[in-house]
């Protein structure tokens, strides 16, 4: 597959014009701008053309082009790969987002999802049947961008990772088919998502959820090393007593026009709210809390109140860790959350993985089912001038907590795909450190399903694997 060059692209507006319902941009389009932005500042990519199927049969002809004419493509929903991705230069963007609807099934089981569907549009269209999935926290992310890769998420600790929640998926294959995935399929589309075809549809479990109570603490953080210390002693010590599966906390430290905070985003997934509030208070007493916003709310509600406060793009270098126990790398991240740059987008959060999602499956790819704390250390900026002070201090963070383990003990072995850097070539991170166990499985589903490397450029790239 080759970049798209002028007359490779005048070719295909000649195609496209032949199936007026697929609207496209190029650079020149009045609104190429807009639909080229993308959560990521640090691309500078612009792809020669972003097309908009309206159907999953448009992605098939689209594919069934590039295919045939060797035009490489890069699939876009969210637009909020940490790096990227979805925005090359030279490479056709298919922007999946007008194929978005939630169909749920009678019996309110399950739900059909399009595969361009954000996760607030979904947890919207659940709401209003009083129904709930796990998502992330952010509405504006692509929902099978986040699912089909992991997906942690306020309700994972109850129902399971994003992952766990596909029973089936429709895919666009490199022929341009449209076929329903087998069992062997879906369980690699069940962490290693896009990369053996364009996800058009995929059904997911629903729950029944209607109320929850969720916000945002915030704890005294003069001295935050002390902060997180306690406040993880104390966490610590509550979860040996055994967690409720409806509660998950997300722990973050954040720069605010106040100056730099260490808090937590609290979600009680359950309409039980009093038991909820009881969860709360234990949690409140871990530290010293200076600012609560916690109160009954829906999962939409949530979702928006979140977009709220993070930003919607910026440069952003990400490192990530898994580890067992934060207690034995408390005094690591301590020190360094001293040293995180003040710019708005710069920030540490913790996900935790217990309960269902941390339970060994042979139905997913997903490579680290141990119970751990997925480290997020985001060296994120705002402005361009702050862009490598952030880096720097997300690179020396992941450094010195990872100096820490010097039994190999504490920390996984594993990385999370999402926020994990790939490298400036395909292959950098090494596959086994995603998928773990299952990294032969998935190079061996790869074959199978793309022998020709079709979706090269989905991640992650396996150029180097399937050569071999
Ligand atoms: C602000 C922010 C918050 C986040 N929060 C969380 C969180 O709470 N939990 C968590 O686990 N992760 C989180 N992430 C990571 C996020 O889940 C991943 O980056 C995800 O892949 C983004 O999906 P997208 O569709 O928005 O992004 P895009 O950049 O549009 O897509 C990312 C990749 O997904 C693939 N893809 C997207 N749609 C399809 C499709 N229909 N078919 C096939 N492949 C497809 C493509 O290969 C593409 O390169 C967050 C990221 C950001 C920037």
Redesign the pocket.
Do not use: D, K, N
């Given at each position: 597959m080759g970049s798209v060059g002028s007359q490779k692209l005048s070719e295909l507006e000649v195609f496209l014009n032949k199936h007026p319902h697929i609207t496209y941009a190029t650079p020149s389009s009045p609104n190429y701008a807009s639909l080229r932005e993308?959560?990521s500042l640090d691309c500078k990519s612009n792809p020669p053309i972003i097309v908009r199927p309206q159907k999953a049969e448009d992605v098939g002809l689209l594919v069934q082009y590039a295919k045939s004419q060797g035009i490489k493509f890069?699939?876009?929903?969210?637009?909020?790969?940490?790096f990227?991705?979805?925005?090359i230069d030279g490479a056709m963007t298919i922007d999946?987002r007008d194929i978005t609807y939630v169909h749920i099934e009678q019996g309110k089981k399950l739900a059909k999802v399009g595969?361009?569907t954000?996760q607030g549009d979904l947890a919207t269209a659940l709401h209003k049947e009083g129904l709930a999935t796990p998502t992330?926290?952010?509405p504006?992310?692509?929902?099978?961008?986040?699912a089909?890769?992991?997906?942690?998420?306020p309700l994972s600790a109850q129902f399971g990772l994003?992952a766990d929640q596909i029973v089936a998926a429709k895919?666009v294959d490199p022929s341009g088919k449209i076929v329903e995935a087998d069992d062997k399929l879906l369980r690699g589309i069940r962490g290693a998502?896009?990369i053996f075809?364009?996800?058009?549809e995929i059904t997911v479990k629903v729950y029944p959820l209607n109320k929850i109570l969720a916000g945002n603490l915030i704890f005294a953080s003069q001295d935050i090393s002390e902060a997180f210390k306690k406040f993880n002693g104390g966490y610590r010590e509550l979860s040996t007593q055994g967690l409720p599966s409806q509660l998950v906390i997300q722990q973050m430290v954040v720069n605010s026009p106040y100056g730099r905070a260490f808090g937590l985003a609290f979600t009680w997934g359950s309409d039980d709210i009093d038991t909820g509030r009881m969860w709360l208070s234990k949690i409140e007493g871990l530290g010293t809390v200076v600012m609560n916003t916690v109160a009954e709310t829906t999962i939409p509600e949530m979702l928006a109140a979140t977009q709220a406060v993070?930003p919607l793009k910026a440069y952003?270098s990400s490192r990530s860790l898994n580890v067992r126990k934060i207690t034995e790398v408390a005094d690591a991240i301590a020190s360094c959350l001293e040293k995180m740059p003040s710019d708005l987008a710069a920030m540490f959060t913790i996900?935790e993985l217990r309960g269902p999602s941390a339970k060994p499956t042979k139905d997913s790819v997903f490579g680290t089912r141990d119970p751990h704390f997925m480290l997020e250390i985001l060296g994120g900026a705002l402005k361009e001038e702050s862009r490598e002070a952030s880096a720097a201090w997300a690179q020396s963070t992941w450094e010195t907590i990872g100096k820490t383990d010097r039994g190999g003990q504490n920390i996984l072995p594993g990385t999370?795909i999402?926020?994990e850097p790939p490298g400036e070539s395909p292959g950098q991170i090494p596959l086994s450190k995603i998928y773990g166990s299952h990294e032969s499985d998935v190079v061996a589903l790869k074959r199978e399903y793309d022998s020709e490397n079709v979706f090269d450029?989905?991640?992650p790239r396996l150029v180097d694997y399937i050569r071999s």
């Open positions: 993308i959560f890069a699939v876009r929903t969210g637009g909020h790969s940490l990227g991705l979805s925005t999946m595969g361009g954000l992330g926290s952010v504006s992310v692509g929902y099978v961008g986040w089909a890769y992991g997906g942690y998420g994003g895919i998502g896009g075809g364009i996800i058009v993070i952003c996900h999370y999402s926020v450029l989905a991640m």
